[in-house]
């Protein structure tokens, strides 16, 4: 199994640009969620779907939208990209009833 | 006020140290505990899950203290290979993930 992969590993955008985060997950997980990690802030959570067709905003949403087509693939849209989204971006997912999440390696945007 | 709350560090140790981090969460609602480890420019990784009764793992042990919604991390023993940054995590309803900001371990020679 590949776990969880995201695509791309870095990407530099100008202020206005949108683009699609990737994630995809091999284990079948129904919970899927999308994070951004900030210097000094921690990790925070921006939108999550506990399945296929389901999706649900968590703490930090604004300027992101997501979908959930199938299982597998849970991809993140920046609509208008801004440079106070520069971060880093984890995608996690996990067994439906289960603790235990399993994250991507990352995706690190920087907007200029 | 940030629902869960730890030391951010640094804290630097000599090898074979035993080293303690503490955090605090603040929904007395939260269902469950855990400790991720996160190495320089890597994704999160589960350490341990916590429990009131405590739990160790080799070298490590966590407690919680519901009571005082007080969760701690004890490393015994440190190794080179421990130094990286230990996020306490809260899951209070649901699947989403409540994070701190991290504590900072650097082992050194």
């Known amino acids: 199994n590949a776990g969880v992969t995201q695509t791309p590993k870095f990407q530099v955008l100008k202020t206005g640009q949108s683009m699609t985060l990737q994630c995809a997950q091999d284990m079948n997980h129904e919970y899927m969620s999308w994070y951004r990690q900030d210097p000094g802030m921690g990790l925070r959570l921006i939108h999550y779907s506990v399945g296929a067709g389901i999706t649900d905003q968590g703490e930090v949403p604004n300027g992101y939208n997501v979908s959930r087509s199938t299982t597998e693939d849970f991809p993140l849209r920046l609509l208008s990209a801004a440079p106070s989204q520069t971060s880093v971006y984890f995608c996690a997912s996990s067994y439906s009833g289960s603790d235990t999440q399993y994250f991507g390696p990352g995706t690190r945007l920087t907007v200029l | 006020r940030k629902e869960v709350e730890q030391d951010p560090g640094p804290f630097n140790v000599p090898e074979g140290a035993t080293v303690a981090f503490n955090c605090t969460y603040s929904?007395?609602?939260?269902?469950?505990f855990f400790w991720y480890r996160q190495d320089c420019r890597k994704e999160p990784k589960l350490l341990m899950s916590v429990y009131s009764s405590g739990n160790e793992d080799g070298r490590f042990t966590a407690q919680l203290n519901r009571a005082s919604q007080y969760i701690s991390l004890l490393i015994r023993d440190s190794k080179l290979s421990d130094s990286a940054t230990y996020l306490c995590?809260?899951?209070?309803?649901?699947?989403?993930?409540?994070f701190g900001k991290g504590t900072s371990l650097l082992v050194t020679p």
């Open positions: 995590v809260v899951r209070v309803g649901g699947y989403a993930l409540n």
């Open positions: 929904n007395s609602a939260s269902q469950s």
